[in-house]
């Protein structure tokens, strides 16, 4: 078998943001030097998320995006954190609002959710969102399952007639992936803690994706060889993914790696479609 190709996020999201940087100075230049905002809140102080919304500042800093940061305290309750979004929805300078998934117990992340703006659901997380997104109209994708079909069309893989199996259900990573691997033709399977005979449903896959959050759960004797592998899991303490890819890597057609596969283009994803956000209202597409 030929060597495997390494679907390398961390590339392409790097060559996305040079693409980017030019675009936002488009933007600065016809509105005087106005800069777009891309917000997020965190409520609480979980430092994982505290570090995934520092790298999104991050990388809006270097591609010339403001990045707002809100930090909100963790007993706030659902009505609080919706009035804070109010306000961000408002906002002329706001061209995308990030709310920082998990959120604590005694809100309701799916009203706070759906409380976004279409228009600033840059992160892809809103019910309307998913609807049109899964009917195939032009909207913003949630932001992991979209970059991981841009990394997808980027090094060429066609997934008509394939069959998929996403392992993980979640509203904002393995729903939206599946409807997304559906609207490219792919024969779609969704597997999650019911499933029966897991092993065997994702030997006969011709994409597998990992999406349930658990390090390593997907064993590497379960994956065909020749699959196209495609882990969205990370794991900081093990460094891993939701994949054994240390036993299938090498006998896959494609694999991301982790880390620098999926997480690098989550990020790219959501900074690009906050600087699309900000050329929709500027005219500038």
Partial sequence: MANPVILDGKKLAAEMEEELKVRVQRIKDKN????????TILVGDDPASATYVKMKGNACLRVGLEPRKIV?????????????IDKLNGDKNVFGILLQHPVPRQIDERLAFDRISLEKDVDGVTSLGFGKMSMGEKVFGSATPSGIMKLIEHYKIDCAGKNAVVVGRSAILGKPAAMMLLNKNA????????????????????????????????????????????????????????????TCASRSFAYTPVPGGVGPMTIATLIEQSVISAQKFWQIL
């Fill in 32 to 39: 005087g030097n106005v800069v777009p905002v891309l917000a």
């Fill in 72 to 84: 909100l305290p963790h007993t706030i309750s659902t009505q609080e954190l919706i009035d804070v």
């Fill in 187 to 246: 024969t779609v399977t969704i597997c999650h803690s019911q499933t029966k005979n897991l092993d065997e449903i994702i030997r006969s896959a011709d994409i597998v994706v990992g999406a349930v959050g658990k390090p390593k759960m997907i064993r590497g004797e379960w994956i065909a060889d020749g699959a196209i592998i495609i882990d969205a899991g990370f794991n900081p303490e093990q460094k891993c993914g939701d994949i054994d890819l240390q």
